[in-house]
């Protein structure tokens, strides 16, 4: 990369189940585009790979695993795009992220493991720039047609992914204080479409001309 090129900025989207990250994350990718601003989406988990299949067959029932090795898997998946994503946001392209590494300690943390032993397997991933987080209450989520079938569609399982992902909100704004970098945005998740919408727009939009800075480390 040129030191006069900028690269895009890595943004996350995180959220509980039904809070819209995929509604969000799919407006915001269309509003770039008509802009003309290069933008990929990338979603967490990626089915599409081989280990996504196994995360897939685990997710719908259809095969069972250990909760650390499932845990693994999940990261494993972050890390065989890590170097693609790396590329694209130094190629000057944004990468809309839905679900990252906080989804994969606050799931399985939230299962009994160690929140330590859950976050290192995803230390040293490219790290994101901003990280939206879309909240919602578990009881206002399921009004939005109830959960699925798949494993964590539960509400008393949402409630403490949700606990969870509170630790890391204030863990990352300390950080954010100390280090500029790796800003965590809460945003009222239980608002109309358009007004989320509208909320994730204002935060997003200082980030779309791109940073010069390097790509940093997750939590190193
Ligand atoms: N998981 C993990 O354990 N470890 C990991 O490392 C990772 C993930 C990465 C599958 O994830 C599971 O994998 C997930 C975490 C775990 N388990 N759970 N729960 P997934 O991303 O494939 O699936 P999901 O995110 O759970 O579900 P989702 O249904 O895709 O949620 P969403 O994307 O946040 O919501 P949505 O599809 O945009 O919207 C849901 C509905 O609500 C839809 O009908 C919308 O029209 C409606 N909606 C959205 N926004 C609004 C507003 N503002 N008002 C009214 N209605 C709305
Ligand atoms: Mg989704």
Redesign the pocket.
């Known amino acids: 990369m040129s030191s006069s090129k900028k690269r895009g900025a890595f943004i996350v989207i995180e959220?509980?189940?039904?809070?819209?990250?995929?509604?969000?994350a799919a407006t915001l990718v269309e509003r770039l585009q008509a802009k003309h601003i290069a933008v990929q989406l990338q979603?967490?988990?990626d089915r599409t790979t081989t280990i996504g299949r196994m995360i897939d067959s685990y997710?719908r029932s259809e095969s069972d695993l250990d909760d650390h090795t499932i845990h693994l898997l999940?990261?494993a998946n972050r890390w065989e795009l890590a170097t693609s994503i790396e590329e694209t946001l130094n190629a000057g392209t944004i990468i809309l992220c839905?679900?990252?590494?906080f989804?994969?300690i606050a799931?399985?943390a939230s299962k009994g493991l160690p929140f330590e032993w859950c976050r290192a397997p995803d230390v040293s991933l490219p790290a994101p720039d901003l990280i939206l987080f879309?909240d919602i209450t578990p009881e206002k989520a399921k009004e939005?047609?109830g959960y699925?079938e798949?494993?964590?569609?539960k509400e008393e399982t949402?409630r403490k992914v949700r606990q969870i992902f509170g630790r890391m909100a204030e863990e990352t704004a300390a950080q954010y204080e100390k280090s500029n970098h790796g800003r965590w945005v809460t945003i009222d998740?239980s608002?109309?479409?358009e007004a989320?919408t509208a909320d994730i727009w204002k935060v997003v939009e200082p980030f779309v001309e791109g940073l010069s800075g390097p790509i940093h480390r997750l939590w190193e």
Do not use: H, I, N, W
């Not at 959220?15 to 969000?24: N, V, Y």
């Not at 839905?98 to 590494?101: G, L």
């Not at 798949?150 to 569609?153: F, L, S, T």
């Open positions: 959220g509980l189940d039904r809070s819209g990250k995929s509604t969000q979603k967490f988990p997710l999940f990261s839905d679900r990252y590494a989804s994969g799931f399985s879309l939005r047609g699925g798949e494993r964590y569609e949402q998740a608002q109309s479409l989320v």
